[in-house]
């Protein structure tokens, strides 16, 4: 069994949750004002899964994320900074600014991209895992997914053929209740994303996706026993989101008062701080500490992102090739 | 130098990467075939065309790598592996396939490196098998490549000899971009000299086959054959054309092709894919365009109809460009 974390590592996990839960709510708010270019894609709300998952990782494992994929970039340990400009589309953001919110990625850190089309990624994710296998490190490949992506026959390809291969590949479904404005009780023929992957053939677990602790032991016993060459598993992770599919939704869809509930009975930074501090492994005044130290690099971030020069037109066609 | 076919010096090209770098895997359907058989052949296959014939016994399981039949998930984990290190030549099997696996292709490797700030960088291959003539139908023997010429991202290769397709083959697998590799199934058994060693081919540089005065040719693939074989007829009567062989369509070596037509003034641009937005409407475009005052008459181009791929033997027969339409289009274009 997995060693309690220490205070260290708690105190990690708890930051860089908070990290992700104030980065999108700052952008929520400047997203508002009309200065940040197209799409948003808020992950406030599922960040115990992120980080849950990416507490277990280091930068020679890997995660291809989606759509909603600034809880797993911060997670996996993107740049706060870099990914700040790059969603203001500045030339210092992590993609120069031809990335943009839906496509940030930093290869050196295992970060294989966010994707803007749902389902790309978990084939991509075997890939990857096909490369951990044959250098023998014992490192893995992580598909982030939602319970939408689950609906898309790449995913059912890449379950298959990561079970055919037994790759060390763990597809994380966080079910956030909703595929863009579509209930995942309507969508999700099933209503059992873990059943239907262990209809392929590896094992499957639920869990909590509010309670970071669920997450981050769930997870890593899937994680461990693909290390050690037990093939593909799958985490289902029932979760909510606290914004709209997109910014600017008006998530007709849902309920009155739903997010509100939720906020009150789902937010992993709550449950996380109520835990660690009845079991006193950490006080208040640490956590406190944390959140102040969180919300000054975000708003230096959100400052620098909108001092920074935009890209020169002269970049529209590098990086198209290495070479042509 | 040894006699080969386009078949094996493929296969060549694809034994001397895998030995030479460890990093290069195989994947597909059947690359080895025999997986999960009764008859205990763990190499039933070597590829449905032959190709890959050989690298299982040599590089074993993790290397080469029978999937599923599952187009997306190869190409896309041909991307992935690409991204994480690996330098996989996926297997496509029949380049129609591409229809069921577009996204991987065209949304993900194709745009990898540039949606990731010039920071990263996708070395994947994929093999596809293509072109009519073997009566396989509207879904087995389509000439696609111009689809993929579209893509900003993509290099685009299409073979016409036996050693072109070795050269070009192992420059595809060292290459750092992805790279669409387009094998016509009617120049499998065709034999050329083809050299044992190791050997690259540039991308973006034409071949100059035949030297003439008259009309500039350019054809693709398969056409290559039927245009030599035109004009060499041709020379004998006095008419005398350049034949280049872009050999890649992405890039273009536009440069030789602008060259020939300055001197011949007169271009026909033969290949065998449906007419519309094609590699032969772009070669005109871009002639028309930047060698308008050279020009002694209209471009002519020799293609498939608009049409799918039609089964019978007589339908297909007509559909495919072939010599007497290729002689037709020159001796047309000399009367402007």
């Not at chain 1, 763990?170 to 079910?175: K, L, T």
């Not at chain 2, 690359?31 to 058989?37: E, I, K, L, T």
């Not at chain 2, 290459?175 to 387009?182: A, E, G, K, T």
């Amino acid at each position: 069994m997995a060693q309690p974390l220490s205070a260290e590592r708690l105190k990690r996990a708890y930051r860089q949750m908070k990290t992700i839960r104030e980065f999108e709510e700052r952008l929520h708010v400047e997203i508002a004002t009309g200065e940040i270019p197209g799409f948003t894609h808020l992950y406030a709300g599922q960040e115990a899964v992120a980080v849950g998952v990416c507490e277990h990782l280091d930068d020679a494992d890997y995660i291809v994320s989606t759509h909603r994929g600034h809880g797993h970039c911060i997670a996996k340990g993107c740049d706060v900074d870099g990914m700040m400009l790059e969603i203001y589309g500045r030339a210092d953001g992590l993609c120069k600014g031809k990335g943009g919110s839906m496509h940030i990625a930093d290869v050196e850190k295992g970060m294989l991209g966010a994707n803007a089309i749902v389902g790309g990624g978990p084939p991509l994710a075997v890939g990857a895992a096909i490369a951990c296998r044959n250098r023998g490190n014992g490192k893995v490949s992580i598909a982030f997914g939602g319970d939408g992506s689950c609906n898309q026959g790449t995913v059912f390809e890449a379950m298959n053929m990561a079970v055919v291969l037994k790759v060390p590949a763990i597809f994380v479904i966080e079910d956030n209740g909703y595929s863009e404005h579509t209930g995942a009780s309507y969508a999700v023929g099933s209503k059992d994303i873990a059943g239907r992957s262990r209809a392929f053939g590896m094992a499957a677990e639920k869990c909590d996706g509010a309670d970071f602790f669920s997450v981050y032991e769930t997870v890593g016993r899937l994680i461990d026993s693909a290390r050690r060459g037990a093939g593909p598993a799958t985490l289902e992770a029932k979760i909510t989101r606290f914004y709209g599919h997109f910014e600017g939704d008006p998530q007709l869809y849902r309920a009155r008062d739903e997010v509100k509930q939720q906020r009150a009975t789902m937010d992993c930074l709550k449950n996380f701080r109520a835990r660690v501090t009845q079991e006193g492994r950490l006080t208040d005044a640490d956590l406190d500490a944390i959140d102040t130290a969180v919300l000054a690099q975000i708003d230096a971030a959100v400052a620098k992102a909108k001092a920074a020069p935009p890209p020169a037109e002269s970049e529209i066609t590098t990086d198209v090739y290495i070479s042509y | 130098m040894a006699q080969k076919s386009f078949r094996d010096a493929l296969n060549e090209a694809l034994h001397l990467e895998m030995e030479r770098d460890p990093s290069v895997i195989v994947l597909g359907e059947d690359v080895s075939g025999g997986a999960g058989g009764t008859s205990g052949n763990r190499e039933a296959s070597g590829g449905i065309f032959g190709v890959t014939k050989g690298l299982l016994p040599k590089f074993g399981e993790h290397r080469v790598i029978d999937t599923p039949i599952s187009e997306s998930a190869i190409i896309g984990a041909a991307g992935g592996a690409a991204l994480a290190g690996l330098r996989p030549v996926a297997e496509l099997m029949f380049a129609d396939f591409v229809g069921v696996s577009m996204d991987q292709i065209f949304n993900q490797m194709a745009k990898f490196r540039y949606m990731f700030g010039g920071k990263t960088r996708c070395p994947a291959v994929v093999r596809l098998a293509m072109g009519a003539g073997m009566n396989m139908g509207a879904q087995h023997s389509q000439t696609i490549y111009a689809l993929l010429t579209a893509v900003p991202g993509l290099k685009v290769v299409v073979p016409s000899n036996a050693y072109d397709a070795k050269g070009l083959l192992i420059q595809a697998i060292r290459d750092d971009d992805p790279v669409m590799f387009f094998e016509h199934k009617a120049l499998y058994p065709r034999k050329g000299e083809v050299p044992d060693g190791a050997y690259t081919i540039p991308f973006g540089e034409a071949n100059l086959l035949r030297e003439g005065e008259h009309v500039t040719v350019v054809a693709i693939g398969r056409m290559v054959v039927f245009a030599e074989k035109v004009i060499d007829a041709l020379a004998k009567e006095g008419i005398t054309c350049d034949l280049i062989d872009p050999r890649t369509t992405s890039p273009l070596d536009e440069e030789t092709i602008l060259e020939s037509v300055e001197n011949t003034g007169r271009l026909v641009v033969v290949d065998e894919s449906n007419p519309r937005c094609s590699v032969a409407s772009e070669i005109c475009a871009v002639v028309a365009a930047k060698a308008f005052r050279s020009l002694k008459a209209a471009p002519r181009s020799v293609t498939a109809p608009h049409s799918p791929v039609p089964f019978a033997r007589e339908l297909e027969r007509a559909y495919v460009p072939g010599p007497t339409r290729i002689e037709a289009a020159i001796r047309d274009v000399m009367q402007d």
